[in-house]
């Protein structure tokens, strides 16, 4: 058995301090690609394909607070929350804007407690990127 990276280990035990965890990736924003993650479901959802689209998502995000006069006005993201009828999806930016952490839980999550788990993982996620 192949020795796991330092990033595939981080993302090993974020995922055990997610309560109703589903899936997570971390991806490079230009290209889509998911540089390490999962989902408990590997077998009928791939997290990496939806992670190349949620990559849209960020892009088209940028787009529109360039829109209402960028960084000065408005700020910088920090994340993108999308809720549906059984998950919430949160996207966490990177500061250096090239990566995002997407995490999705169940409805039966706690959000906060996804972002601050999250947050407390971040500089060891970016610290690990290949």
Do not use: C, W
Not at 22 to 43: A, H, K, N, R
Not at 50 to 61: F, G, I
Not at 76 to 105: C, E, M, N, Q, W
């Amino acid at each position: 058995m192949a020795k796991k990276s330092s990033l595939d280990a981080l993302i090993d035990q974020f995922r055990t301090e997610i309560p109703e965890f589903v899936s997570t990736d971390i991806v490079e924003i230009e290209s889509g690609l998911s540089v390490g993650g999962g989902s408990i479901f590997p077998d009928t959802f791939d997290s990496s394909v939806a992670s190349a689209m949620y990559a849209e998502v960020v892009k088209t995000n940028e787009k529109a607070l360039d829109a209402l006069g960028g960084e000065p006005n408005v700020g910088s993201v920090d994340d993108i929350l999308i809720s549906t009828s059984k998950a919430y999806i949160l996207i966490l930016v990177f500061p250096d804007k090239r990566y995002f952490h997407g995490l999705a839980v169940t409805r039966k999550g706690n959000l906060a407690y996804a972002r601050i788990v999250m947050k407390k993982y971040q500089p060891l996620l970016i610290k690990a990127l290949p």
